[in-house]
């Protein structure tokens, strides 16, 4: 047996603690290639089809972004897990020495097996990148909102960047392991499992700390919400808050309360709690850090993943402009104008849409206020299935043309309940009796007055030079998202004029796929990041476990002499495995709790649904990664005691 032999067969036996490795390494090679074969498809290399220019920027740009992101973490996760897996061989890498091999042949060993689960990463991760690419362009389609799809290519581009890429990043990790083991002598080698570890301490008054600054983080960024302060230090402070609180609340409170425990005789002594409890307070102490970066990284993936499906929901869209349909004509061919109108009228009969149409011409006084009747705003709010609203001679009401408007008007009401309009000779004031709760004319004309019909047209009658507004056509549908093929058929209709610039069509539809496709690219970048991060996460509760994997053979070896048994040791083990996978999980989505509660003041419509499925799928992978590490653990202390 050669000394490459020699490493590749201790890689072999080490698979049991290698294998975590391994799968996060090949996953994030897998998206990593999945990046660059959706950056060099023939249909995204140029852009997204059927989008705008700013989106295409956008897509080239995240899938640049996110590849860089992947790679960047990916060093520093194969950086600790290499440490992880030298602090458990330190013993083995001491015996090694003893028998007489040098320093340099033990760094070319590790260099040689850095190699070799390199370079089955990279296979594995391009391997499977590759039987899961159909559906991985599939899923991309429809996130990008493709008509016509994304169709399998050869993606040899992407393979090579990959292999390059990661084939770098593995030599450079592998040389610094080398480096990584000239920290132990021979001593501490050797005797690395035997030297004793001092007790957990906590001071009270950084426990009570980690609670104020996650208190007052929260606070802060609902504060940004409920109060609309956007005031990015106000945000930026708040998440700094919550970040530096979790560090302390682990470090310190953890402890200090597990401490706690420890002096109830009525709680420590029950049962196996003085085992479980003993336990736990090393445990927590020795992995704060790894449980801080794992909650971190948890809340960020929810938070940014949860992010990314309110913004593409269609609810956003429909906030800022309630109409399937807008149609203006102006004056300079009335004719055709109407025309137009009876030809959309036509194409929605056709593909049998239930629509409600309304129509409305804004004036604008002298001194900027637009200005909208009574009865036209009536209209609007009938065709929108909503009560109609009554003024008096001298009443008017301010409706919000944008969602931070209206927000604005919720909170702070009307800036002063008397407004004068003037036009031309004629200045009249008007009383604001309320502020519109929502949306009813387009955001494009931001806020205006509703007025009596009467009191409307004296302004009218009195403007000195006579300007005569556009006429706004709205048609309200009630499920406007089935509205693709008309508003395609209806625009294509429109574009077959002579080109004069005498009325313009918007559709909601088609607002929303432009924003589905920007959202889209957002949900990729964010979703994918997410999953890597939330895998890296997972993994480090794994290197952690197996890195005190000797020492509690050892433990419970010398318990299960005293009576321990297999009963006893499962519940044990369980309440163990359960606090180190499970808190960091809930204090991340507690963290994003938070996040999606102050999002959902921003919105009016119910993002409860999104954050529920983005915890049941994060929850129900750790759970069965949590099953499958009880199950291999429980195995292996099973054998221990026998």
Not at 80 to 85: C, D, E, K, L, T
């Amino acid at each position: 047996m050669n000394f490459r032999q020699f490493a590749l067969n201790n890689v072999l036996r080490s698979k049991r603690t290698y294998i975590a490795h391994f799968m996060s390494s090949a996953f994030s090679v897998m998206v990593f290639f999945i990046y660059a074969m959706l950056a060099f498809h023939p249909n995204l290399e140029n852009g997204i089809m059927s989008s705008s220019g700013t989106v295409s920027q956008l897509g080239t740009m995240g899938m640049k972004v996110s590849q860089v992101i992947v790679f960047v973490f990916s060093f520093f996760f194969l950086l600790y897990s290499v440490g992880a897996f030298m602090k458990v061989r330190q013993k083995e890498f001491g015996i090694l020495l003893v028998l007489g091999m040098s320093r340099k042949q033990l760094n070319r060993m590790l260099f040689i097996e850095n190699l070799v689960i390199g370079a089955a990463a990279i296979a594995g991760g391009i391997g499977a990148g590759l039987i899961f690419s159909k559906l991985t362009l599939l899923i991309s389609a429809s996130l990008l909102a493709v008509d016509e799809g994304l169709p399998f290519y050869v993606p040899g581009k992407a393979v090579l960047l990959t292999v390059g890429a990661y084939a770098v990043l593995f030599i450079v990790v592998a040389l610094f392991s080398s480096i990584l083991l000239r920290k132990g002598t021979l001593i501490s080698l050797v005797k690395s499992d035997e030297t004793p570890k001092s007790a957990p301490k906590a001071s009270v008054w950084l426990a009570i700390l980690a609670v104020l600054l996650m208190g007052g983080g929260y606070v802060m960024v609902m504060v940004f919400a409920v109060l609309q302060i956007f005031s990015l230090p106000l945000l930026f402070g708040g998440v700094v808050l919550v970040i530096t609180g979790t560090y302390f609340l682990y470090t310190q409170f953890s402890v200090y309360y597990m401490k706690r425990l420890q002096r109830k005789p009525h709680v420590f002594f029950r049962k196996t709690n003085l085992l479980t409890i003993s336990e736990l307070i090393y445990r927590i102490r020795d992995n704060a850090v790894m449980f801080f970066m794992v909650t971190i990284i948890s809340a960020s993936a929810f938070t940014g993943i949860g992010t990314a499906l309110t913004v593409g929901d269609p609810g956003l869209s429909g906030m800022e402009n309630p109409y399937a349909f807008t149609f203006v004509s102006f004056e300079e061919d009335r004719k055709k104008g109407e025309e137009q109108l009876n030809m959309i009228r036509h194409e929605l009969e056709q593909s049998g849409i239930q629509y409600r149409e309304a129509s409305f011409n804004l004036m604008t006084s002298d001194n900027g206020y637009p200005l909208i009747t009574l009865s036209q705003y009536n209209g609007l709010l009938a065709s929108m299935g909503l009560e109609e609203s009554s003024l008096a001679g001298d009443e008017s009401i301010l409706t919000p043309g944008s969602v931070g408007e209206r927000n604005r008007l919720r909170l702070e009401g009307v800036d002063t309940e008397e407004i004068e309009i003037m036009s031309g000779i004629l200045a009249e004031t008007v009383k604001v009796v309320r502020a519109e709760e929502l949306i009813v004319i387009p955001h494009l004309y931001g806020n205006a007055l509703v007025i009596p019909d009467d009191r409307f047209q004296r302004f009218h009658a009195a403007q000195e030079d006579e300007v005569t507004a556009p006429v706004h056509h709205t048609f309200y549908v009630e499920d406007w998202k089935e509205t693709g093929e008309v508003s395609s058929a209806i625009a294509a209709a429109l574009d077959q004029g002579d080109g004069e610039y005498s009325s313009y069509f918007t559709s909601l539809y088609s607002e929303w796929k432009s924003s589905r496709q920007e959202n889209g690219v957002m949900l990729m970048v964010s979703g994918l990041i997410g999953i890597v991060f939330f895998t890296f996460a997972a993994s480090f509760i794994y290197f952690r476990l197996y890195a005190d994997l000797s020492r509690d053979e050892q433990q419970y070896r010398m318990i299960a002499k005293v009576g321990l048994s297999r009963r006893e040791l499962r519940k044990i083990v369980t309440q163990q495995l359960a606090i180190m996978f499970f808190l960091p999980i809930v204090i991340a989505v507690i963290h994003s709790g938070v996040a999606f509660l102050a999002l959902q003041q921003l919105v009016d419509f119910s993002i409860l649904g999104h954050t529920i499925k983005i915890f049941i799928f994060f929850l129900g992978v750790q759970i069965l990664f949590f099953l499958i590490t009880r199950w291999r653990y429980l195995d292996r202390m099973y054998k221990t005691i026998q």
